[in-house]
């Protein structure tokens, strides 16, 4: 069974635009996570959805979205982007939101 | 909310035992994880405990006490391939339904020769 996966792995953007991060789940997997990876702040928590709602949301400010599709697939958008944003980009799916978590490789976001 | 505490770093010889300390302050806990996360990598699933007591899987085992909030990763006969970051992880009930999963900022583990 294939993996979680995401596109693109690296991005470099400048300050000011938006950018789309894409992650596909597990097939059969219904929760998708999403999560910042910074050097200094670790694993912070984006947000969560299941059954294409967000069930659950992270403390970062409204430029970070997120939406799933009727297939599980799901997108997060930052808007507006500011050099701290540089990070990578982790999703993990789970079959349910009480599941384990598998996560993919993950989205290199470096912001100029 | 949460605060999930481990050591920052911590050094073994291959061949040897070591001994990973998670602990954690929650009000809802609903599990506890342990992740691998070698560098520039994604983290790989360990093991989960929600009951106490330990957990078994071949070299590496889990260990938890909900009363003391605490969590131990147990990993034996160190191969060079274990260097990697340890994360524990803790799973929240929410009030207001649903679960969060928060992580600690993980242990980084050299194994030397």
């Known amino acids: 069974k294939a993996g979680v996966t995401q596109t693109p792995r690296y991005l470099i953007k400048t300050r000011g635009q938006q950018v789309t991060l894409s992650c596909s789940p597990i097939s059969g997997h219904r929760s998708v996570s999403w999560y910042q990876q910074t050097p200094g702040q670790g694993l912070q928590f984006l947000f969560e959805?299941?059954?294409?709602?967000?069930?659950n949301k992270g403390n970062f400010p409204g430029r970070f979205s997120g939406r799933q599709f009727s297939n599980s697939r799901s997108e997060m958008n930052v808007s507006t982007l500011e050099l701290g944003d540089s990070a990578l980009y982790l999703c993990?799916?789970?079959?349910?939101?009480?599941?384990?978590?598998?996560f993919g490789p993950g989205t290199r976001l470096t912001v100029l | 909310g949460q605060n999930i505490d481990q050591p920052t770093e911590m050094t073994a010889t291959e061949g040897a035992i070591v001994q990973i300390n998670c602990t954690y302050q929650?009000?809802?806990?609903?599990?506890l994880f342990w992740y691998q996360q070698h560098a520039g990598e994604a983290p790989t699933f360990l093991s989960y405990n929600v009951l106490d007591g330990l957990e078994e899987k071949g070299r590496f085992s889990s260990f938890l006490s909900r009363s003391k909030g605490y969590s131990y990763l147990l990993l034996k006969e160190l191969q060079m391939k274990d260097s990697a970051s340890y994360l524990c992880?803790?799973?929240?009930?929410?009030?207001?339904?649903?679960?969060?999963?928060?992580f600690g900022t993980g242990t980084q583990l050299k194994v030397e020769l």
């Open positions: 992880a803790v799973r929240d009930r929410l009030t207001g339904g649903g679960n969060k999963l928060t």
């Open positions: 993990a799916s789970s079959l349910q939101t009480t599941d384990t978590q598998y």
């Open positions: 959805y299941f059954s294409e709602t967000q069930r």
């Open positions: 929650t009000s809802g806990f609903n599990g």
